[in-house]
């Protein structure tokens, strides 16, 4: 049965369109269809269109990525959806799921890095609804945090403007809590040191005094980074000798 059905979401045989005008009777049986093949819309592209028609499709494949934490690591079904003129409201909903099922979809971070621009429009978005919710700022910058440079820092400005509790500020994630990979940690303590000495820079630069708690706690940072990177060059130098 599953071999016959194949061929409703090849993108050579049918158009997304041309399934939903085929099961209008029947739209419930066409969802149910396409999540028992819904690994072979490989782009996301029906996904895309029949989310359109029916919001709930996007619950349904969370609760997918929720049962299977290894599943779709690249994830093209929620990155195409940046694409999409009500993107907010579709990463809004995203942003709510995931806080109740703490932390799954940081498990998938390919997917705010597909369409930077909306993603940074996105997050600024987010802040100004929450930002004086801890709770819910810990959690996003706990997805920020492993964006790049320019995207922590930014995003990090932005809340600061918006809120300039130091506590609040002290509370969100600048490192990432896991790292990946292998050799010296070097190299990653630098990046990290490299985003406080942004943030440091910009705020003794421009927003000035009301920030000098901030300051105080991003100098406090970059020491203690800086007498850890000190320590595993010890630790290496010594080690490469015995």
């Given at each position: 049965m599953k071999r016959r059905l194949r061929v409703l979401f090849n993108h050579?045989?049918?158009?997304?369109?041309?399934?939903?005008?085929?099961?209008?009777?029947?739209?419930?049986?066409l969802k149910n269809i396409y999540f028992l093949l819904e690994e072979d819309d490989y782009d996301g592209r029906f996904f895309k269109e029949f989310l359109d028609k029916d919001f709930s499709y996007l619950t349904r494949y969370l609760e997918i990525l929720k049962e299977?934490?290894?599943?779709?690591?690249?994830?093209?079904?929620?990155?195409?959806?940046?694409n999409k003129e009500n993107y907010l409201e579709i990463f809004d909903f995203i942003f709510e799921y995931s806080l109740k099922n703490r932390n799954f979809l940081y498990k998938f971070p390919s997917i705010f890095m597909s369409n930077n621009e909306r993603v940074k429009i996105w997050i600024k978005h987010i802040i100004d609804k929450n930002c004086m919710d801890e709770d819910k700022m810990v959690f996003l910058f706990e997805g920020i945090c492993q964006l790049d440079i320019e995207t922590k820092i930014e995003s990090l400005l932005y809340f600061i403007d918006k809120n300039n509790n130091t506590e609040n500020f002290k509370a969100l994630d600048i490192e990432p809590r896991t790292r990946t990979g292998s050799g010296s940690e070097i190299p990653l303590l630098k990046k990290?040191?490299?985003?406080?000495?942004k943030l440091l820079e910009n705020i003794k630069n421009i927003r000035g005094i009301k920030f000098i708690k901030?300051?105080?706690?991003?100098?406090?940072?970059?020491?203690?980074?800086?007498e850890r990177i000190k320590k595993i060059e010890k630790k290496e130098y010594i080690d490469k000798y015995n």
């Open positions: 050579h045989c049918n158009s997304p369109q041309e399934l939903l005008n085929f099961y209008k009777e029947d739209l419930e049986l299977n934490e290894n599943y779709h690591i690249e994830n093209r079904k929620l990155k195409i959806c940046w990290d040191m490299e985003v406080y000495d901030h300051k105080k706690y991003l100098e406090e940072r970059i020491e203690y980074l800086n």
